[in-house]
């Protein structure tokens, strides 16, 4: 029983903790369904460096199906029709993304606060829509077995919300799912990587791409006027290569870009360099009565192929679809959450089985071979060999397995 004296108390349907993609897009969609939703983000705005901006075929298609396609793709944003990289002296499509059987046949560049916003912009559109940002969940209300809300900490003070289904969409680290107590599968990941941003020269390379060289990854991200690298090491090395020292680091990094050596000490000091430490792990179980998880706090994805945002997306609009229903008429029941599992179980694991296989095969490789890369792995050589092969990571990525449709909110529950 908790005694704390909480200054505020609200009631809503849906308490949804954590304002990210799949937080936001679930919150939109329920309303849209005409259900009571209150989305809790712990920060005061979506103004983050670093996190997931590859917006996927897949995502895009979500964005068609909800009428919004052409006013997304007003935002900022880059097109790109193809993966590719550069390892040793070879480019190497990796997938190719302009056959698929998507409205949009590229993925999209777009910094994830402006595709956060926008979501919320939309979102708000529905009276039923509640978002309070700087309301950091930090407790479970429970009623018996049943988690019944939750306890905020807000700059407004205490706050206390119940709710007859609360959602975890509080990212890799969640609190809700550490609250809950749910069981975690680490499946690991033998890399960490380095997050950076250095300014965008007028004869650089004209997109993003991948270097692959003897011992190292890097992956530069077109922003427009910026470049956002990310540098992957191997896992728990963080320390050594700042012992090593910054310019160590910048040598390294002229090494497999070198248009960099004119602007590298732009990273004048190591705040200027963002640790991420390489997570892949899904939940046992995703639900409790009235909680589910969703998103990276169902299921931290490594950042191999960028689906992160993607599969967070996807795990909104199935929730979404199969959980309106039984929202607008009271508390969902635990075969309801259990279906959203079972809905998006199969892609995560598929997925993360890919990645893993990638991490070992690839990522693992190259990271333990400093001097030599050697031939291509098996795999790249075969995808180069034919562009046909080409569309299969195109559609994995791009598309992903059994991919969601949005309801029209009248079918929801049909
Ligand atoms: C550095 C980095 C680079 C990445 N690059 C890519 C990429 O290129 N492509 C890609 O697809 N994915 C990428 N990802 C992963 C991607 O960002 C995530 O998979 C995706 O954002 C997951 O969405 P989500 O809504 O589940 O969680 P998140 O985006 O993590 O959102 C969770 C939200 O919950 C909030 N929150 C956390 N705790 C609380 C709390 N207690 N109370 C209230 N709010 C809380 C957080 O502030 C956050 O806004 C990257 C991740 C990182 C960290």
């Not at 679930?26 to 309303?31: D, P, Q, T």
């Not at 809790?40 to 964005?63: N, Q, W, Y």
């Not at 650089?204 to 922003?223: C, T």
Request: charged share 25%; glycine share 8%.
């Amino acid at each position: 029983m908790d005694n704390t004296p909480h200054s505020e108390v609200l009631q809503t349907r849906c308490c949804i903790a954590g304002g990210g993609p799949a937080g936001l897009l679930l919150g939109f969609l329920l309303a849209r369904a005409g259900v009571d939703v209150l989305v809790l983000e712990k920060h005061a705005d979506f103004l983050r460096d670093f996190r997931g901006d590859t917006i996927h075929p897949s995502t895009l298609e979500v964005m068609h199906e909800l009428g919004l396609l052409p006013e997304f793709l007003r935002r900022p944003h880059q097109e790109l029709p193809r993966l590719t990289a550069r390892i040793g002296d070879e480019q190497v499509t990796i997938a190719d993304f302009s056959h698929l059987p998507t409205v949009c046949k590229f993925l999209a560049f777009m910094p994830q606060w402006d595709f956060l916003d926008f979501l919320v912009e939309q979102a708000r559109s529905y009276a039923t829509f509640h978002l309070r940002m700087q309301a950091e969940v930090t407790g479970l209300l429970r009623r018996d077995d049943r988690v019944t809300g939750v306890e905020a900490k807000t700059d407004r003070g205490a706050l206390r919300v119940e709710a007859e289904l609360v959602v975890g969409a509080d990212g890799r680290s969640s609190v809700v799912r550490q609250l809950a107590g749910l069981e975690i599968v680490d499946l690991g990941a033998p890399m960490d990587a380095l997050w950076m941003r250095l300014s965008r020269g007028p004869g650089d390379p004209s997109q993003s791409f991948g270097r692959i060289a003897s011992g190292q990854i890097l992956a530069l991200i077109d922003r427009g006027d910026y470049w956002q690298v990310a540098y992957v090491i191997p896992k728990g090395r963080f320390e050594e290569i700042r012992e090593r020292g910054l310019p160590a680091l910048q040598q390294a990094l002229v090494a497999l870009a070198p248009f960099f050596a004119d602007r590298v000490s732009e990273l004048a000091d190591w705040s200027d360099v963002k640790l991420l430490t390489v997570k892949v792990d899904h939940l046992k179980r995703w639900y409790r009565p009235g909680l589910l998880c969703i998103g990276d706090a169902a299921h931290a994805m490594s950042p191999i192929g960028g689906v992160g945002i993607n599969l967070a997306i996807q795990d909104a609009v199935a929730a979404a679809n199969i959980l309106s229903s039984p929202l607008r008429n009271g508390a969902p029941a635990e075969t309801d959450l259990a279906a959203v599992q079972r809905r998006r179980e199969l892609p995560t694991r598929l997925t993360q089985r890919a990645q893993v296989f990638m991490q070992n095969r690839v990522i693992r490789r190259v990271l333990s071979s400093p001097g030599q890369i050697g031939s291509l792995p098996l795999i790249l050589r075969l995808l180069q060999r034919s562009p046909l092969l080409q569309r299969i990571p195109a559609y994995l990525v791009g598309v992903g397995v059994r991919p969601e449709h949005v309801r029209s909110p009248a079918r929801i529950g049909a």
